[in-house]
C-alpha cells in the first residue's frame, strides 16, 4: 500500500511519535515548545537512507514481529495511516549517510552462535553445527532444524541485508551470529574457488 507523505506528516505528530522520537538535528520540541522526552526513541533524521518503506511499514504496524523487546509501542495505525507515515518518514533522507561495519572479533561471534545453539541442541551437537556452519554446509542444517529456509544464506547479499531485529524469537543476535560465520565461509570458499 502507499501512502501519502503529506498526510503522513500531520499523522506523524497526530500519533504521538515526537513524544518520544526527534526528527531533524537539534533540540527535540513538540509544538514549539522544548520535549525532554524526544530522546527516549532514535532521530528519525536520515530514517529514509537506511530502511525501506516496506520495511517501516511493517514495523509500524507490528514493532514487536520484528523485536520482541523493543520499547516501541504497538500503535494501533489502520493500514493508510501506517503507509502515510512511513511514506512521509521516506522524505527523511540524509544524503552523507554511510553504513557503519563494526568490527567483527571471530571468537565472540562462534561464542554467540554456540550459546544459541546449545539452547536448542545438545553440546555436541551444537559443536557438530557449528563446524557445518563454517564449512558453509546450510542444506545440511536447515534439515536438521537448526536454520529454516528463510534464514539460510544462499549468497553473500542476502545474508548482508539481514539484520538483527527481523527475528521476534529469543536469539536474533546469535542468529545472525551464526549467518554470519556461514557466510564468511561461503565467501573464503568462493575465494579459494577463484585462486
Known amino acids: 500500500m502507499k501512502g501519502d507523505a503529506s498526510k503522513g506528516k500531520d499523522q506523524f505528530q497526530l500519533a ?55 520499547r516501541m509501542p504497538n500503535l494501533r495505525l489502520a ?16 544524503a552523507d549517510w554511510k553504513p557503519v561495519k563494526p568490527p567483527v572479533d571471530p571468537r565472540v561471534l562462534e561464542k554467540e552462535a554456540l550459546t544459541f545453539l546449545t539452547s536448542k541442541f545438545s553440546v555436541v ?35 548482508r541485508r539481514r539484520s538483527p531485529t527481523t527475528s521476534a524469537s529469543g536469539g536474533s543476535r546469535a542468529r545472525v551470529a551464526i549467518l554470519a560465520i556461514g557466510s564468511a565461509a561461503s565467501r573464503r570458499r568462493s575465494r579459494s574457488a577463484s585462486s
Not at 26 to 34: I, L, S, T
Request: contains cysteine; aromatic residues 10%.
Open 16 to 70: 504521538g511519535c515526537l513524544a518520544c522520537h526527534e526528527l531533524g538535528e537539534g533540540e527535540a520540541r513538540v509544538v514549539g515548545k522544548p520535549n525532554p522526552y524526544g530522546q527516549y526513541g532514535p532521530n528519525l533524521a536520515g530514517i529514509a537512507s537506511k530502511v525501506t518503506e516496506p520495511w517501516l511499514y511493517q514495523w509500524l504496524k507490528e514493532p514487536h514481529k520484528y523485536w520482541a523487546e523493543t
Open 125 to 159: 551437537d551444537s559443536q557438530e553445527y557449528l563446524k557445518t556452519i563454517r564449512e558453509g554446509k546450510f542444506d545440511m542444517l536447515v534439515g536438521a532444524g537448526v536454520v529454516d529456509k528463510k534464514t539460510a544464506p544462499r549468497s553473500r547479499s542476502r545474508v
Open 79 to 94: 493500514d493508510d495511516e501506517a503507509a502515510n507515515i512511513a511514506a512521509f518518514l521516506m522524505t527523511q533522507v540524509k
